[in-house]
């Protein structure tokens, strides 16, 4: 790509073609104010925030305007700072921009703006108008009173994560978010994914359970990689105390850029299993708390005859604890096979022109697999064929049930990149599939870490001991008489108090530090951002106890 | 279906989206979009059912709510605004009984406001359906909206 020399304010540059004046303004250390833009974004000039000069005739968005040979630019003349001026008073004045009742008071890009431009009083009539406020959704609340309608939510939703679900509708101020048909989160196709809170610059749409509870620069934000499914998607955690406030998507992370879906920007937020703070036996019926010495005695003397059921949503530091500590007989909770292993990475999904989604639906797990699918499926850049694939046959016209398997790969075939994204198969299926020879192969690892699993030749059994010990979030367990059975566990629900003999607590999510290996087969590191209750133990105490059995 | 039969004219691209809602507009008795229609839409488009409705609430020529048998359009445009639009809009919500944007209870009229009909030096300028009303004074619009509800 050839260069493109121009002037800014008065300084000669030189940047690649087909940059924007923004993008070019910014390379050479110039800053021009926006309000719309979105780095992520594609250009859309919605609020002439970012207007400049550029040669004859009117201002231009700097945002989308492409540079040219010998163009000369003035970013902030007397005459743009009034225009901008006037362009937030108007903003200002359209809607309900009353910061000190705002959630987003002190993290708004309005607000800034306002006070960087020394904004002081009304210059039109505020606004009179009441726009609709949409408290459905449970996670996100939607003030129409509070937008700038820059759009950036629904450009979110359609680009990145590829939903479609936000669009405005009518025209002029009268225009609203619309969501769907019907205009309300409630029986929306939403699927929670959160991108629309993340980028909106104003309070317009919110985080319900971060509300009010602390801003920006009371928290802090650590990144780290999510641990709820085995995609690895980069994230940013705001800690406020001992408290998780909000988790967004990082945008710099190369997994996901930012995309997050709901399993892992809202659902460990709203957990309500009880937590396991203790170490605790069961006596003749009776639950009595013991110390982790006692418990740990517990388990050595039924060492001989224990076996290990580790689930695969663990840290590989805990899994290979247990590996060392009982060996042979340490066995995975879960399938931990692919019925066909992976051939690709998530960047063929970017080029690829036909996808084949086998029996999972990417918009109840691995939602950003499913984003990366569909913003390229609904706009028609590519073809999805879905095979038993829930919801997400409602964006194609090709959708098939297993029986019609035949059919589903014949039209998978006339693609030239076809990727088959699947996590498990039934069977018959997946000696259908895995015979295509033009196919990629995308498998969907079972849990978090089955990856981590199956690095450490932890092979699934399903328990029939007498004596098991199971670890993980999510136990269940038959019981025959005679049997012992003890978990590590964080939660102690009923059900699984009804079958355990000995409960151990352990850390869960962002409590511990941890690797996971993504379904690419990297290797991401979960760090601990809070601290875990007393009585809690963690994956190094756990570590060094069971080294002692 | 005459619907079916609307889409089948044209073929599924989304640039004919404004020529498709036109048609399904028209072949309703009540002159107006339903739910159905855009859904029907979004389905032979391949398009987003909020990018559907978006398109329809844009334009004011389409409608979502079912609108009377004529549909008054007042220019409110400058040079109809000089010559007394406010006020002729006013008397015909009076006479009528009716909002901007609402519609008789017998179904026979909904008022709406429009943009320049481009008959400004004949101003004030009103369009029943597709037919123009020029100079227009209070009793001339009483007039026309007692033979409409005669024919």
């Known amino acids: ?549 | 279906m005459e619907k079916v039969k609307v889409l089948r004219k044209y073929p599924p691209k989304r640039d004919n989206i404004l020529l498709i809602l036109h048609e399904l507009q028209r072949l309703n008795p009540n002159n107006y979009l339903t739910e159905d229609d855009l859904r029907l839409v979004s389905q032979y488009l391949s398009l987003p059912i909020s990018e559907v409705v978006g398109v329809a609430t844009f334009y004011s020529l389409f409608s979502l709510k079912p609108r009377g048998k004529y549909l008054l359009r007042v220019c409110k445009s400058p040079a109809c605004h000089l010559e007394g639009a406010v006020s002729l809009l006013q008397e015909i919500k009076n006479y009528l009984g009716i909002e901007e944007g609402d519609t008789t209870d017998d179904g026979m009229f909904t008022l709406e406001t429009s943009e320049c009909l481009g008959h400004c030096a004949e101003a004030p300028a009103m369009m029943v359906n597709d037919e123009v009303f020029t100079k227009l004074s209070e009793e001339s619009v009483r007039e026309i909206i007692d033979r409409l509800r005669r024919s």
Not at chain 1, 270 to 297: C, H, V
Not at chain 1, 511 to 530: S, W, Y
Request: with cysteine; charged share 25%; glycine share 8%.
């Open chain 1, 1 to 549: 790509m050839g260069k493109v020399r121009l002037k800014i304010d008065g300084k000669e540059i030189e940047v690649e073609e087909g940059k924007t004046i923004l993008e070019a303004a910014k390379e050479a250390g110039i800053e021009i104010p926006t309000l719309c833009y979105h780095e992520k974004l594609l250009p859309y000039g919605a609020c002439r925030m970012c207007v400049v000069e550029a040669g004859p005739g009117a201002l231009k968005p700097a945002c989308a305007t492409y540079v040219t040979d010998g163009m000369e630019v003035k970013t902030s003349t007397p005459e743009i700072q009034e225009v901008r001026m006037t362009v937030l008073q108007l903003l200002f004045g359209e809607r309900n921009h009353y910061c000190m009742y705002c959630e987003s008071s002190g993290n708004c890009e309005l607000q800034d703006l306002g006070y960087k431009f020394g904004l002081d009083h009304f210059e039109f009539p505020p606004y009179e108008d009441k726009y609709p406020v949409d408290v459905s959704h449970p996670y996100i609340l939607l003030d129409q009173n509070r937008c700038v309608l820059c759009r950036r939510c629904a450009r979110a939703c359609a680009e990145l994560g590829g939903h479609f679900v936000l669009e405005v509708k009518n025209r002029g101020y009268q225009s609203l978010i619309n969501i769907d048909l019907n205009n309300q989160f409630a029986q929306s196709s939403c699927v929670s994914c959160g991108l629309c809170v993340q980028v909106c610059p104003t309070g317009a749409l919110v985080d319900k359970r971060a509300s009010y509870l602390g801003r920006k620069e009371q928290a802090e934000v650590i990144k780290t990689n999510c641990d709820r499914c085995p995609v690895g998607c980069g994230i940013e955690v705001y800690r406020r105390a001992n408290f998780i406030l909000k988790v967004y998507g990082d945008w710099d992370s190369p997994i996901n850029q930012g995309v997050l879906c709901k399993n892992g920007r809202y659902l460990p937020l709203y957990e309500d299993r009880p937590r396991l703070n203790a170490p605790k036996l069961k006596e003749g019926g009776i639950w009595t708390q013991i110390s982790p010495e006692m418990a740990f005695k517990v388990i050595s003397e039924k060492k001989g005859a224990a076996t290990v059921f580790l689930e695969g949503s663990l840290p590989l530091e805990l899994l290979q604890a247990f590996k060392s500590a009982l060996g042979d007989r340490v066995f995975a909770l879960n399938e931990v096979n692919p019925p066909i292993p992976s051939t690709a990475t998530l960047k063929d999904l970017e080029d690829a022109d036909t996808y084949l989604v086998v029996g999972v639906d990417l918009n109840e797990r691995y939602g950003v697999v499913g984003s990366m699918i569909k913003r390229r499926v609904v706009p028609q850049n590519a073809r999805l064929i879905a095979v038993e694939a829930g919801s997400l046959s409602g964006i194609t016209d090709f959708s098939y049930e297993y029986k019609d398997i035949d059919t589903a790969l014949g039209e998978a075939r006339k693609g030239e990149k076809v990727v088959a994204v699947y996590s498990s198969l039934p069977e018959g299926i997946s000696e259908r599939l895995e015979t295509e020879s033009g196919f990629k192969y995308l498998f969907l690892p079972y849990e978090a870490n089955t990856m981590a699993l199956k690095e450490l030749g932890i092979e699934h059994k399903v328990p029939q001991e007498k004596v098991k010990i199971y670890v993980g979030e999510n136990i269940s367990s038959a019981r025959s008489p005679g049997d012992f059975i003890v978990a590590f566990t964080p939660f102690e629900t009923p059900e699984l108090k009804s079958v355990a003999d000995l409960l151990i607590p352990i850390t869960w999510y962002l409590e511990d530090e941890g690797t996971f290996i993504t379904l690419e087969g990297k290797k991401v590191v979960r760090q601990r951002v809070v601290t875990p209750a007393e009585g809690v133990l963690t994956v190094e105490e756990i570590s060094s106890r069971l080294l002692k059995i």
